[in-house]
């Protein structure tokens, strides 16, 4: 899987849009950007994935450039509550009988939210 | 609510003492997995399950078992723990075949191994 490059803090104003980078330059045609976050020690949460086109859910936007080389995760309205370390992660998005759908979830980003 | 849950969340034991750790999930998910997290090491994979009966060692296996006879449950077996056992362990499953299929975390059970 495609390793990844995170700042490893940001900080970011309560009611502000929060925009996490991330590169991944050595990506795969059929690899998927997916981000994770991780609130104190709780249970890693799934926010939302893309292959090269953008998206948004309820929880947030993910851009994807053109050459697919970086994404950026944004959070539209931060809130205290989004205080956490925010993964991302590259990899193919069905598991084979032989990869074990590990995810290398690396150091991931710490974001502070003040009020 | 489809959920992860493992349990105990907190564990506090001796060198030696065999000790399981459950987990069970509600989704119909095939595949399950072990993780542990440790600080400067992140998060990594001790076992997975890909279905019923199948399963596999991941990053870090060495003192550790697991079991899957039922789809909803992978328990986390340490026959003889040791301190270096210590750590924050989280369960996880998702459905295979599909892209849309995130992993689902449990929320985690703190270990230690006096």
């Known amino acids: 899987d495609a390793k990844t490059t995170q700042p490893p803090s940001m900080d970011c104003a309560e009611g502000r849009a929060a925009n996490l980078p991330c590169n991944h330059s050595t990506i795969s045609g059929n690899e998927y950007v997916y981000w994770y976050r991780q609130i104190h020690s709780q249970g890693p949460q799934y926010i939302i994935h893309g292959l090269k086109n953008n998206e948004t859910n309820e929880m947030a936007s993910l851009i994807i450039t053109e050459d697919r080389k970086s994404s950026t995760l944004i959070l539209p309205h931060a809130t205290l509550r989004d205080t956490a370390v925010y993964y991302c992660i590259v990899r193919v998005a069905v598991p084979d009988s032989n990869s074990g759908y590990a995810l290398n979830f690396g150091k991931g980003t710490s974001l502070l939210v003040t009020p | 609510e489809a959920q992860v849950t493992q349990n105990p969340r907190y564990l506090i034991t001796v060198t030696g003492k065999k000790l399981t750790v459950t987990c069970s999930q509600n989704?119909?998910?095939?595949?399950m997995s072990w993780y542990r997290q440790d600080p400067g090491l992140g998060l990594r994979q001790i076992y997975y399950s890909m279905n019923v009966e199948v399963t596999d060692k991941g990053d870090v296996p060495e003192g550790y078992k697991v079991s899957r006879k039922e789809k909803r449950n992978f328990p986390l077996i340490l026959e003889s723990p040791s301190p270096n056992q210590t750590s924050l362990y989280f369960c996880?499953?998702?459905?295979?075949?599909?892209?849309?299929?995130?992993?689902?975390f449990g929320n985690g059970t703190r270990l230690t191994v006096t």
């Open positions: 996880a499953s998702t459905l295979l075949g599909g892209v849309n299929s995130p992993l689902h």
């Open positions: 989704m119909n998910h095939e595949y």
